[in-house]
């Protein structure tokens, strides 16, 4: 499964589910950190891809799971679509 799917699957799999999904890409997300996640993936936008993700919805994920692992869900992120956009 690629990380693109995480995103969505964050939104319907049960938090364990998504937990190991994460776990899977190398980013451990306790299961508060998924639940305050789950609203955030409906502001999520195909367009993102060429405009690049808006500094305020990186500033609301860095408040849930702070910055190191917004990194690592950014460059994850980031390879994944170069892999879409190529």
């Given at each position: 499964?690629?990380?693109?799917?995480l995103?969505?699957?964050i939104k319907t799999s049960?938090?364990?589910?998504?937990?190991?999904l994460?776990w899977s890409?190398?980013?451990?997300?306790?299961?508060?950190?998924?639940?305050l996640?789950r609203?955030?993936?409906?502001?999520?936008?195909f367009?993102?891809?060429?405009t690049?993700?808006?500094?305020?919805?990186i500033?609301k994920?860095?408040?849930i799971?702070?910055?190191?692992?917004?990194?690592?869900?950014l460059?994850?992120?980031?390879?994944?679509?170069?892999k879409?956009?190529?």
């Amino acid at each position: 499964m690629d990380f693109l799917n995480l995103i969505q699957h964050i939104k319907t799999s049960s938090n364990e589910e998504v937990q190991q999904l994460a776990w899977s890409h190398s980013i451990d997300l306790s299961l508060e950190e998924i639940q305050l996640l789950r609203p955030l993936v409906d502001d999520i936008s195909f367009h993102w891809l060429f405009t690049g993700i808006p500094k305020s919805f990186i500033a609301k994920v860095e408040r849930i799971i702070g910055p190191t692992k917004t990194n690592q869900f950014l460059a994850q992120y980031m390879s994944e679509t170069r892999k879409f956009t190529e």
